[in-house]
């Protein structure tokens, strides 16, 4: 693992495994921020009956909900923390949990119908390499949807600033790469993947990309 992985994990092993629980639970700004994620998220993908995997999944708090609002068939999220994967797999009994490198998925090809990234490109040093892998464990027109912090939008900008000067201090030095509406959508076309559908939502905070597999 090269440093810039290995410090990024380390961030992000800092994240206590029940964050979202206990913050949807104690903040209400937070709670209408990830009820809003999950809201957007299941209008996009209620009606696939594909196999889904979600990468990035921490906790398994933010698949769970998805996975029940969009009343999906079968579920599985996977994430590079063994805390966190440890803490899905005792609170949530709907999708599956496994602890994986994103870069090397321990899946064959074409394995899965679709794949979700909820706010995870941000946070990888190499966002195509992880995608190329994606679509490698794609089925051919297979689905993808990608969800990403909108870099262009001002009010996320301050937000942010603010944020993590405080509570959110945790997420400080997560975030590495900044995506808009444009670099996103030629980050899916370089990796193979063509835009079908893209949602902004939040004022314009937050994009979802919904792509599938050329």
């Known amino acids: 693992m090269d440093d810039s992985r290995k410090k990024m994990r380390e961030i992000h092993d800092e994240v206590p495994p029940d964050y979202y629980d206990r913050s949807m639970a104690e ?4 709670r209408f921020w990830h009820k809003s994620r999950v809201s957007a998220i299941s209008d996009l993908l209620r009606g696939e009956d594909a196999r889904m995997l979600d990468i990035g999944c921490g906790g398994g708090t933010l698949l769970d909900l998805i996975s029940r609002n969009a009343k999906l068939n079968w579920s599985a999220g996977i994430d590079a923390s063994f805390g966190a994967i440890k803490y899905a797999n005792t609170r949530h009994r709907g999708p599956k949990f496994l602890c994986a490198d994103f870069y090397e998925l321990p899946f064959k090809d074409s394995t899965f119908g679709l794949i979700t ?18 679509n490698r464990c794609l089925k051919k027109k297979g689905k993808i949807l990608i969800l990403v912090p909108n870099e262009n939008n001002l009010l996320f900008r301050v937000i942010w600033f603010f944020w993590t000067m405080g509570k959110g201090k945790v997420w400080k ?29 939040l004022l314009g905070m937050l994009m979802a990309m919904k792509a599938v597999k050329e």
């Not at 997560?174 to 193979?192: C, I």
């Open 27 to 30: 903040n209400p700004f937070q």
């Open 117 to 134: 990234a909820i706010e995870v490109l941000e946070h990888l040093h190499d966002p195509k390499v992880a995608l190329l892998e994606l």
């Open 173 to 201: 030095e997560a975030h590495v790469q900044q995506f808009t509406r444009k670099s996103l959508e030629a980050l899916l076309n370089s990796a193979g993947f063509k835009v079908i559908k893209t949602k902004m939502f």
